[in-house]
C-alpha cells in the first residue's frame, strides 16, 4: 500500500473475538494491561460488544500526516480521508485484543499529554466508530506503554479536536 508518499507502513493480522466482555476484560487483568477511568467505561458500556464467533482482521497503523494533514485534522476529516483510501473504521472490541498481541510496543514519552489535549507520545489511537456524541463519553481506544507498563486507554475528544501530524491511528484493511 502505497499512502501520499510513505511507502513504510505498519500492518498487523489480528485474531478478534471468542471471548465474553467478561472473559475479555479478565484476560486484560491477568496479563497485566492496566486500564484508565475512560477505558473502564469504553469496556463495561452496553453498547461495547463482542464477538462470539474468532475473526482476523488486517489493520494499517499510519501517521495523520501520511494521509496529507500536515497541519493536522479533525476526526471526521480524518476518517473521511481513511475511506478515500479504501481504509475501514475498526470494531471498538479490535482495542482490547490488539492490546494483548501487541505486547512489544515501544517506550512512549512520559509526559503529560492530558493537560496540553494531544495523544501522548507513541500512543496509537484506534480509529473505531464512535458510540456517543456525548463529550465526556470516551471516543475510543489508544494504546500506550509508559514506564515499562502496557496500557488500554480510553480517550475523550470533541469534533473539533486537531490530531497532530504525527499521530499515530491504526485503520483496518480487509476481513481477512
Not at 27 to 45: A, C, H, Q, S, W
Not at 68 to 92: H, N, V, Y
Not at 121 to 135: F, H, N, V
Amino acid at each position: 500500500m502505497y499512502i501520499l508518499g510513505v511507502t513504510t507502513i505498519i500492518t498487523r493480522k489480528i485474531e478478534v473475538g471468542g471471548l465474553t466482555k467478561s472473559q475479555l476484560i479478565q484476560k486484560l487483568k491477568r496479563n497485566p494491561i492496566l486500564v484508565n477511568e475512560y477505558g473502564e467505561r469504553l469496556l463495561t458500556d452496553e453498547k461495547f460488544t463482542t464477538s462470539d464467533t474468532k475473526y482476523n482482521l488486517q489493520t494499517v497503523e499510519l501517521t495523520v500526516g501520511s494521509l496529507g494533514f500536515s497541519d493536522g485534522a479533525t476526526t471526521a476529516q480524518i476518517f473521511r480521508k481513511a475511506r478515500e483510501l479504501g481504509l475501514s473504521l475498526c470494531p471498538l472490541e479490535l482495542g482490547p485484543y490488539l492490546r494483548l498481541e501487541y505486547l512489544d510496543q515501544p517506550e512512549g514519552d512520559a509526559g503529560n499529554s492530558v493537560e496540553r489535549k494531544q495523544a501522548p507520545s507513541g500512543s496509537i489511537t484506534i480509529a473505531s466508530e464512535i458510540l456517543s456524541e456525548d463529550d465526556d463519553f470516551p471516543k475510543g481506544f489508544y494504546l500506550r506503554r509508559t514506564n515499562g507498563e502496557l496500557w488500554l486507554r480510553g480517550y475523550c475528544a470533541d469534533h473539533l479536536h486537531v490530531w497532530n501530524p504525527d499521530d499515530h491511528m491504526i485503520f483496518c484493511q480487509t476481513k481477512i
